[in-house]
Every structure is written in structure tokens, then in C-alpha cells.
């Protein structure tokens, strides 16, 4: 089913590993604060989270491609580890959350472990990670809900709702549900992952970032309606629904970023200088 807004969505599916894969989705974004479009999480699902521990001053250091690098190695090692089968997952710019059946729970607990001893040994950054499973979510009063968004017929987009996610993350911070690093020297698989593109610039004088959230005491149907007006008026202003264009992708040799490139697809017992004149000659 297509659209969520249409008729009301069906009962949560069985806790089955193909979940996500048969979850229905909706085009139109103005949906994404209509709750009929959640479905529940099987209890028997397994969200992990990721966090870069004092990202805000390594990006005060110019760091932010590393911060970013680690945030996105989490779903990569995740996506590698899963064999490329379709997952939910949000990348949070400074870390990741996601989800999986609980059959891939152990292979996604390696990955995230492989990546924390990773961004430590090769990023020197420190990458707090947790696993937790939805049934004990649920246990501590809250919810996972996800959906999936297609903007187009080439990708679909997870969307998460509930308090879920936000509990687990606090409570790996607290240390509650956190994951072990994996030893010294392990190395995850990261193939796939780069960050090549330039700094997109502004085409108006600034980039704006809107984060909506509910307060303790809203009503979903009135924040429904709020997501519903902001979005209308952005869609109707000439390209500022879609920012980032074709000619803003900015592609220029040697590439931004070839040194974290190299880290991440470097093999056991390669030299950092010996990939990295490979990453070189691949870009050129």
C-alpha cells in the first residue's frame, strides 16, 4: 500500500525477519507525522544505537568529516555485516540508530563492537554503542514505530516514531544497554563508504536546519497539523523542499576526505600509506 492518508494502515505484521522488507510506505511527506503510517516493531526486533562522545568539540576542531565517518560506519559495517538485506536505520550525523530481526541481532552486535574499537584506533574518536531489544522498550513504558517514506522509486527512507529510540539512547549513555568494543585490531567492513563531496554551499546566504518536536503535553493530531503546515509552505517555495541539487554535488581531485576513505577500506596488514595512494589513483 501506498498511501497511508488513504485508508487506515493494517494490524502489525507477525514478528517475522521480512518485516521491514512487506512494511507499507507513503510518497507523500506530509505524512510522516501521521501515525496510521506506523507500524508497531515486532517485540522480537533488536534496535542498536551509536553515539561519537564529544562530537560537538571535535567538530569545534574541524573534525567533522570524522564525525560523520564514524556515524555512517555504523550502517555500513551494520549493512555489510547483514549482507545488504534492507533494514531500518537513522543516520544522526554525529552517530546512528537501527533496527534488526533477531536473527541478525549477533552479526549486528559484532559490527557495531568492530566499529567502536575502529573509530578509536583510526578516527581517535570514542563511539558509545548499545543494543537493546524492543520487548524491553516496550517493558520501560515506551514504543517503536516505523514506516517507510519513498521519495522516489530508487530509495525508501525509514521513519521512526515513539519514544523508543530516544530511551535507548539515553539509557547507552547511561551505560544501561551498552556494547563492548571489539578487541584491539579489529577492523570492521566498511566497503562502500566514502566521503568524497565538497562542502555544499549556500545558495541563499544560509542552510537552515528545522527540528520539530512535540512537547510533553501536545496532542498528536495538533502536531500533526503543524508538520502539515511547515511542509506545505516549504513545498511551495521554489526548490526549498529539495536543496541539494545536482550541480551543488561537488567533486574535485584529490577528493575531501581521501584520508578517512583510506582508514575505512585499508585490508589487515595494510599500510595507512599504502591505501591511501590506492584511494588516490581509484579517484583520479
Known sequence: REDCAAE????APEATADFYEYLPVFRDFTNVADEACFTPMPDDWVVGV???QQSTEAIRQNRYKAVNMAGAAVIASVANALKNRDFPFV???DGASFAVPSTDAALARQALAETATWV????DLTLRIGMVSVADIRAHGNDVRVARYVPSDNISIAMFSGVGLAWADAAMKRGEIAVPPAPPGAHPDLTGLSCRYELIPARRGQILSLVV???PDARGEDFRAVVEAITRIVEKTPDASRPLTDAGLRLKWPPQGYDLEARASRRTGESIRAR???VLA???
Open 8 to 11: 487506515p494502515c493494517m494490524d
Open 50 to 52: 551509536a553515539d561519537v
Open 91 to 93: 543516520f544522526g550525523g
Open 120 to 123: 578509536t584506533e583510526d578516527l
Open 213 to 215: 518536536v512535540p512537547g
Open 276 to 278: 591511501k595512494v590506492k
Open 282 to 284: 581509484a579517484t583520479f
